[in-house]
């Protein structure tokens, strides 16, 4: 009765998330206009040239020019030899396998769910998203022609007719985003960063000649916020830059996106500002504007130096936090010589690098292609046993939601469920019913065409939390309308495809979400935990007595940098789950999200003081300092440890004394400094002094309130 008596109470907010959910991720943001422009222009053309030219499977080469088009421009030209290989290798590999299988039908069986499980495979161990994306997708439906009963000559052709759609859609994509390229020249990750800089130094700018805050600067800072940064940091990703370069820049990204949603809060504001925040509101535009210069420039930002006044004397604490978060990203850069020294060269060999690293030694790779296989294959079995090929789609579908099913939840499924049946239902079935019998000419198809992908193209340019309902709601609407080089009318057709795409996200749903998943807030607390653990690790980095020559730990802070990506995900998703936890699950959901920013400000801020530890070039210390500040590292690592022991509802002993340690490091900076010798050291040592108390703080706080 309890339970019964709460459900009513619960659904009104949750209704109420969900509006405000929605306006917030579909509102404008700059550059999305023109992004969906890009992705509806390729689609367009790419559905016109297959009616035209009569060209099969016109599907593939749209839902690649959505797919692929939501990277960068400069992405995706670099990666059009990936691209080609990987459409090489998936035609070589159909057409050369299958001729010692056909004859065989158990082996043929087998054929087909290893060919599966290499498709899925690709997708998590392939460096390109584009490239994984054609093999996958081309083999998932090479090999399902080839269990028709027809000539191998016919299956043959229907093979090459699949590469040259999937080629088709490339080739206008390429052609589009160099144009796109050439009418807005400019870096792919810096441009990105210097608009959000932009969006907070306008802010701050009328915050200080206004004392008020200007509302639609404070609109475009929260949408900024609410796009958050993962996008950023998937294209620094999936990029052809230095490995040192992208470590710096996804500090400055997370730095950056940090500052946006600290800014972000200054919507609570209400009244006159005093004339000392009004003063300091207008020197934080300025150091705001001189990084955003800089950082356009490809120069390293200059030091910045904080503010010795108390924050307790300010009206808006805020802006005192957003000074300490900017003063980090020069420390990024600080064992640089230039930005400029990172950026890969055309003929850069780790640009045709089509696995990753651990490609072969990351046992997530293998878990990750044994589901996709799973799923796929039992699609496989399901319309072969029924004998109804018109859902073969199912696999298709299965390949294609694998682009998106690492860390999946139910929010994800449920918005991929839904996307299946608005584009299959709604936009597919119901164009056929009750618009396509009145067209007679292509103009009203590609109108038609047109509108259908930009309202699937405005929902994929939302954030991960929203674009798999664009993504499934395109695939569905194609499916239907652009298999053949003809306008489908027969509804028992589109009944097919849509049933298929129904079956292959309940096949991904079941194998991925049921058998092998555990409740979003379970998965939360996980990844919040893991990022206490993983920080410890950091903090402790180098091990090695002597650091000089330490190398950055990579893989850890990128593990960490995707950790609190999945900790936001997860509490989305966590809303939209019921059941007897769920208060308590909400309540973990809110401590969480409180202490999600706090554990990003200390990451960047152990991000700096490793140089320091590491003893890089421009950070060397005294040998006194070195151990002073190692016995503090140590500290805090304990006192991570501890955290994360807690969390996982263990008792621990381990409580680092960080407040005796940070006072040791102040006396022995203050007696090494004051030696003649060493007093060049003044500022480098008072820098690690202010980024130690800061660590500091951060940690007491983080272990007094979890």
């Known amino acids: 009765m309890a339970t019964v008596a709460q459900t ?16 917030e991720e579909l509102a404008p943001y700059p550059g999305r206009v023109g992004l969906v422009a890009r992705m509806v222009i390729a689609a367009t053309i790419v559905m016109i040239i297959c009616m035209a030219f009569r060209i099969p499977y016109g599907f593939q080469g749209a839902i690649f020019a959505l797919l692929i088009t939501r990277e960068s421009p400069r992405a995706t030209l670099q990666s059009s030899a990936k691209i080609f290989i990987g459409m090489t290798i998936s035609a070589f590999y159909v057409l050369f396998s299958v001729y010692f ?56 052709e229907d093979t090459l007719w699949v590469n040259l759609s999937s080629l088709l ?105 005093s004339s000392r925040d009004r003063q300091k509101s207008r020197e934080l535009a300025g150091t705001i504007e001189r990084v955003r210069v800089d950082l356009l420039n490809r120069r390293i930002p200059g030091s910045i130096r904080l503010d010795a006044v108390e924050q307790t004397s300010t009206y ?18 600080a064992d640089s010589q230039s930005m400029g020294e990172y950026v890969p060269s055309p003929d850069d060999p780790r640009q045709l690098k089509l696995l990753r690293a651990d490609a072969f030694t990351d046992t997530r790779h293998v878990k990750f292609a044994l589901r996709g296989c799973l799923a796929a294959t039992a699609s496989y079995i399901i319309y072969n046993a029924i004998d109804w090929p018109g859902i073969s789609t199912a696999v298709a579908t299965c390949l294609v939601t694998a682009l998106s099913t690492v860390g999946a939840s139910r929010q994800k499924q449920a918005l991929r469920f839904a996307g299946a049946i608005a584009g299959g239902f709604v936009f597919g079935m119901g164009s056929q019913i009750f618009i396509l019998p009145y067209i007679d000419s292509i103009f009203g198809f590609t109108v038609l065409f ?4 930009a309202a699937a193209s405005w929902f ?26 003809a306008i489908v009318t027969s509804l028992a057709v589109a009944r097919d495809r849509v049933v298929g795409v129904l079956l292959g996200l309940f096949m991904m749903w079941l194998v991925f979400d049921q058998l092998w998943s555990a409740p979003a807030a379970v998965e939360m607390k996980k990844a919040f935990v893991l990022n206490f653990r993983l920080m410890a690790q950091v903090v402790r980095e180098p091990l090695s007595s002597d650091p000089r020559g330490a190398k950055p730990p990579f893989s850890l802070r990128e593990t960490i940098t995707e950790n609190f990506d999945s900790v936001r995900a997860m509490a989305d998703a966590a809303l939209l789950e019921f059941g007897p936890s769920r208060e308590q699950d909400l309540r973990w959901r809110k401590r969480i999200q409180a202490a999600q920013s ?109």
């Open 450 to 453: 047109a509108v259908v992908t």
């Open 101 to 156: 299988v056909i004859s065989f039908p158990g082996l043929h069986f087998i054929w087909i769910i290893f060919s599966f499980f290499v498709a899925f495979y690709a997708v998590s161990a392939m460096t390109d998203y584009a490239s994984s994306t054609t093999f996958a997708v081309v083999i998932s439906v090479a090999v399902t022609l080839w269990d028709r009963y027809l000539p191998a000559k016919a299956n043959v």
């Open 169 to 273: 859609g490339i080739l206008v994509l390429l052609a589009v985003e160099t144009i796109a390229a050439r009418m807005r020249p400019g870096d792919d990750i810096v441009l990105p960063v210097a608009e959000r800089l932009t969006a907070v130094e306008r802010l701050l700018t009328h915050l200080a000649a206004e004392g008020t805050i200007d509302d639609a600067a404070n609109k475009n800072v929260i949408r900024y916020a609410m796009l958050g940064s993962s996008r950023l940091r998937r294209l620094l990703r999936r990029s052809d830059y230095a490995q040192h370069y992208k470590l710096q820049m996804n500090a400055v990204v997370a730095a950056v996106g940090r500052v946006v949603d600290t800014t972000a809060t200054l919507a609570e504001f209400s009244g006159l500002l």
């Open 8 to 23: 009513p109470r619960a659904l009104p907010g949750t209704l109420i998330w969900v509006r405000e959910f929605l306006r």
């Open 460 to 485: 994929m340019t939302s954030s991960p939390r929203l674009s798999y309902f664009g993504l499934q709601l395109a695939l569905a609407f194609y499916l239907i309308n652009l298999q053949e080089f």
């Open 316 to 333: 808006l604490p805020q802006l005192y936090e957003i000074e300490e978060i900017v003063s980090l990203i020069p420390q990024a850069f």
């Open 598 to 706: 706090q554990l990003r400000t200390l990451f960047l801020t152990r991000m700096a003081l490793w140089k320091y530890r590491a003893q890089t070039r421009g950070f060397e210390l005294p040998q006194e300092v070195l151990r002073a500040q190692q016995e503090f590292d140590n500290q805090s690592a304990e006192t991570l440890d501890g955290i994360a022991d807690r969390l996982e509802g263990k008792s621990s002993t381990k409580d680092g004394n960080l407040q005796t340690s940070v006072e040791h490091l102040q006396q022995v900076i203050g007696t090494v400094g004051s030696q003649e010798p060493l007093v060049k050291l003044g500022p480098r040592l008072q820098a690690l002094l202010a980024l130690s108390s800061r660590s500091e703080k951060l940690t007491i706080w983080l272990n007094e309130n979890i």
